[in-house]
T-cell receptor
Framework: RKEVEQDPGPFNVPEGATVAFNCTYSNSASQSFFWYRQDCRKEPKLLMSVYSSGNEDGRFTAQLNRASQYISLLIRDSKLSDSATYLCVADSGGYQKVTFGTGTKLQVIP | GAGVSQSPSNKVTEKGKDVELRCDPISGHTALYWYRQRLGQGLEFLIYFQGNSAPDKSGLPSDRFSAERTGESVSTLTIQRTQQEDSAVYLC???????????FGEGSRLTVL
């Protein structure tokens, strides 16, 4: 089983729609979780950290479910500019390195 | 500079030649990662440094690939006897510690003819 798994998509959604991505992680000892965004032919950049209590940043909401070992990202009122690949990240437990999922591609269409 | 710097930004080489890719992390960042990304694919982990040691080099695809880090700063990724399948963008990232936010460089695009 991969350490971090994501549905590769693509997710094609109309502008204004709400879309949600899930990501599962294999190590129950993982403590740090992030969502990154990667635009085409660009380097990944941090979108948001994921906290145990869940957190929100404008139209974006991240949640952690430790019991089922997954994190989620909810995007409300999708914009054309949200089109990108969204990468889920979890650490390997025991203060080891972080691991990226392969990413979920989102295309917001007019 | 303020960010992660990688050089060269573009490298075209002939099959069989050796190449060196350089990464200057953000000052004070102890963790450093190298990734490979082929066109349209996800990030492929290569190696992770904590300080000058590499506790995880499990992603290096063959013994043609090696990396080192000195002075808890600059890292060099070396690919010997390059093959066409080595063509990709090589991304370097650094963070304050093993669990912190990763800051990526813009990558080195390698094309092997």
């Amino acid at each position: 089983r991969k350490e971090v798994e994501q549905d590769p998509g693509p997710f094609n959604v109309p502008e204004g729609a709400t879309v949600a991505f899930n990501c599962t992680y294999s190590n129950s000892a993982s403590q740090s979780f992030f969502w990154y965004r990667q635009d085409c032919r660009k380097e990944p950049k941090l979108l948001m950290s994921v906290y145990s209590s869940g957190n929100e940043d404008g139209r974006f909401t991240a949640q952690l479910n430790r019991a089922s070992q997954y994190i989620s990202l909810l995007i409300r009122d999708s914009k054309l500019s949200d089109s990108a690949t969204y990468l889920c990240v979890a650490d390997s437990g025991g203060y080891q390195k972080v691991t990226f999922g392969t990413g979920t591609k989102l295309q917001v269409i007019p | 500079g303020a960010g992660v710097s990688q050089s060269p930004s573009n490298k075209v080489t002939e099959k069989g030649k050796d190449v060196e890719l350089r990464c200057d992390p953000i000052s004070g960042h102890t963790a450093l990662y190298w990734y490979r990304q082929r066109l349209g694919q996800g990030l492929e982990f290569l190696i992770y440094f904590q300080g000058n040691s590499a506790p995880d080099k499990s992603g290096l695809p063959s013994d043609r690939f090696s990396a080192e880090r000195t002075g808890e700063s600059v890292s060099t990724l070396t690919i010997q006897r390059t093959q066409q399948e080595d063509s990709a963008v090589y991304l370097c990232a650094s963070s304050l510690g093993p669990l912190g936010e990763l800051f990526f460089g813009e990558g080195s695009r390698l094309t092997v003819l």
